[in-house]
């Protein structure tokens, strides 16, 4: 039985990048993002380089309400999730822009964890999978140039902390990488 890997935030180059090294050792992939067009001939680059089964999926990480029904449709359960998507904004607008500000928070942070609570919930039930978080060295300490940015990364760090704690007797695994791009 193959497993199966979650790309959330497929068009990332870390996404792209995660996927081919899972689809190389065998996982199917399912590539999620906004605007899923451009992500076609990754796709079929996916299915046909390593012999799997690679799907796309439509995902906005601000519309929660949306989030239950995205996970219950995808064609298979996944046995990894990868949450990469992100959105770094505008520092100055959002200093005195209320809905930039709410965008850096709602997708950096609220639909991240809306997302990955639907997942674990999962995987607790299964008792079995792992979650990649990635996150941010921009969340390690505030910032003038982008702290509202990086107060939404390091909110999703530390979630990604307590959720490893939630999972430390159980065959679910919990991963965050802060790459320093």
């Known amino acids: 039985m193959s497993k ?3 790309v ?3 068009r990332s180059d870390i996404g792209q990048a995660v996927a081919q090294e899972f689809a190389r050792n065998g996982f199917d992939i399912i590539l999620a993002a906004r605007n899923i067009e451009n992500l076609t001939p990754l796709r079929s680059d996916l299915a046909i380089r390593f012999q799997i089964k690679a799907y796309l999926a439509e995902f906005d990480a601000e519309h929660f309400d949306s989030h239950g029904e995205f996970y219950n449709s995808l064609p298979v359960k996944p046995d990894a999730v990868l949450c990469v998507f992100d959105y770094l904004g505008e520092q100055k607008k959002a200093e005195t822009d209320w809905n930039e500000t709410a ?4 997708v950096n942070y609220v639909g991240a964890v ?3 609570n639907i997942a ?3 995987f607790a039930a299964r008792n079995q999978g792992t979650i990649i978080g990635i996150s941010s060295v921009a969340g390690e300490r505030g910032r003038q140039s982008n702290y509202i940015y990086g107060s939404a990364k390091g909110g999703f760090s530390i979630f990604l902390d307590g959720m490893r704690h939630r999972f430390a007797n159980s065959n679910v ?3 965050l990488s802060s790459p320093d791009l």
């Open 173 to 175: 695994n919990v991963i």
């Open 114 to 116: 809306s997302i990955l």
């Open 103 to 106: 965008k850096i928070v709602n």
């Open 8 to 10: 959330l935030g497929a």
């Open 120 to 122: 674990a919930n999962d």
């Open 4 to 6: 199966s890997l979650l």
